[in-house]
């Protein structure tokens, strides 16, 4: 077997197993369904109503921005998961088998963009009987806009991969990931128009790559003008994966050789 097909196959026997963890572990899903759906009811009809968003309705600019979000902060479970392997030892019996060492981060971030996928679906859904609806667009563009999501969040898998790895637990895991990432994405145009901001908060709102993939989904949904969030969005991604993913798997080899 070539090496190649050896990763392959390895990579999706390990993302079966993570993903068979869920249903014996429902409370995982939490960060898939219900957080985002609060977050979602919570904005639109409490804040909503004080929040201006000119030429469109609040829930459209909101809901592609909370998919963002949500997407970003899928790669928790990677995170959880690594951490917890690492505490447990697991790391240490994938090393001892005859597998392909790139497999094991592989399957987590890839298993990532199976669930991302379910919590697109369970936003969507919510965002439809709260008003949300695609203007302007035209199927190929809604299509550009998923797989820019899922582009996205997969960037934030590696980000949590790493994460997970440095993390002594996986509560000190939860813990680093919600403080590094969490502030990020209010301090962005996903709630709110970045030009709202006061200055010098705006001008960071404005380069945060939240800011930048939320308004790029817009563009493609709504119709919005683009200018150069749409490439700018990829390129992002594109950073953020070659940033993290070459880290991921550096401290992975360390964890592994100790």
């Known amino acids: 077997m070539s090496s190649f097909a050896m990763t392959l196959s390895d990579t999706l026997v390990l993302a079966r197993r993570n993903l068979k963890r869920i249903p014996r572990q429902p409370d995982l899903l939490i960060a898939y369904t219900i957080q985002p759906v609060m977050f979602v009811l919570l ?3 409490v804040f909503g109503g004080a929040i201006q968003t000119p030429g469109f309705d609040y829930v459209d600019f909101l ?21 917890d392997d690492v505490r447990k030892g697991l790391i240490d019996r994938f ?31 919510v965002g439809f009987a709260a008003g949300f609806n695609f203007q302007d667009t035209s199927v190929g563009q809604v299509l550009l806009g998923i797989v820019l999501l899922l582009l996205f969040g997969y960037a934030f898998s590696w980000i949590f991969a790493l994460i997970g790895l440095y993390a002594s637990s996986p509560e000190t895991a939860n813990s680093i990931g919600f403080m590094a990432i969490f502030p990020l994405t209010f301090a962005s145009g996903i709630f709110v128009p970045a030009s709202t901001m ?11 790559p939240f800011t930048t993939v939320s308004d790029a989904v817009r563009s493609l949904w709504l119709g919005t003008p683009a200018d150069s969030d749409v490439w700018m969005s990829f390129v992002w991604c594109a950073v953020l994966l070659a940033a993290f993913a070459p880290l991921a798997v550096r401290r992975y080899r360390e964890v592994a050789a100790a």
């Open 43 to 45: 904005f639109v009809y």
């Open 63 to 83: 809901i592609p921005g909370i998919i963002v979000q949500s997407i970003a902060f899928g790669g928790f479970v990677t995170a959880l998961g690594l951490s």
């Open 95 to 125: 090393r001892s088998l005859p597998m392909s060492r790139a497999a094991v981060l592989a399957a987590r971030t890839s298993s990532d963009v199976l669930l991302n996928c379910l919590s697109l679906a369970v936003l969507l859904a």
């Open 198 to 208: 006061p200055d010098g908060l705006r001008q960071f709102a404005e380069a945060n």
